[in-house]
T-cell receptor
């Protein structure tokens, strides 16, 4: 069965550094999403992306975050200047239609020191 | 705003025991309700869903019934297996925004042989 793949599985970075989290959605999917889960807290919606633009974003998704689909297969989340509170598990997801079930990746654990 | 509350874990059961994981929600309108499961080292997978009151979602022996009068969507399984050990997440989404999920905190289930 096709899968959403995320790399790396774990990334450690220093506060103030830029990080890029990478995702390869399922190949025929058109809708892409990022969620995150801070340790011990709920999984939260960050952003949805369709047709090369953001379709919706949460209040968490401020100016330090950006998303991009740089080619036909990758979908990235960039955090410009990481803060300690950005430490979390970040999940990428994709779907073929807007109302279809989401397929999630295994997540990238980001640790900001 | 919308929210999902699920029972605190961890839950530890013996094989073949009966499982209930409680989930209640707060939302305006008529949300869709979901249970997602995360097996160790894997991403979130849709387990079952229900889109309207009194609907019963079922999959892999798990069931949950959408109860509007009690705003609940409790997950049940009659006889758990060791392979059911995972984290279970209850979630909701609004009509027309199935991608924007509001999750509960997750409940860790461990099934011992």
């Amino acid at each position: 069965e096709p899968e959403v793949t995320q790399t790396p599985s774990h990334q450690v970075t220093q506060m103030g550094q830029e990080v890029i989290l990478r995702c390869v959605p399922i190949s025929n999917h058109l809708y892409f999403y990022w969620y995150r889960q801070i340790l011990g807290q709920k999984v939260e919606f960050l952003v949805s992306f369709y047709n090369n633009e953001i379709s919706e974003k949460s209040e968490i998704f401020d100016d330090q975050f950006s998303v991009e689909r740089p080619d036909g297969s990758n979908f990235t989340l960039k955090i410009r200047s990481t803060k300690l509170e950005d430490s979390a598990m970040y999940f990428c997801a994709s779907s073929d239609l807007e109302d279809s079930p989401l397929h999630f990746g295994n997540g990238t654990r980001l640790t900001v020191t | 705003g919308d929210s999902v509350t699920q029972m605190e874990g961890p839950v530890t059961l013996s094989e073949e025991a009966f499982l209930t994981i409680n989930c209640t929600y707060t939302a305006t309108g008529y949300p869709s309700l979901f249970w997602y499961v995360q097996y160790p080292g894997e991403g979130l997978q849709l387990l079952l869903k229900a889109t309207k009151a009194d609907d019963k979602g079922s999959n892999k022996g798990f069931e949950a019934t959408y109860r509007k009068e009690t705003t609940s969507f409790h997950l049940e399984k009659g006889s758990v297996q060791v392979s059911d050990s995972a984290v279970y997440f209850c979630a909701l989404s609004k009509v027309g925004s199935n991608y924007k999920l509001t999750f509960g905190k997750g409940t860790l289930l461990t099934v011992n042989p």
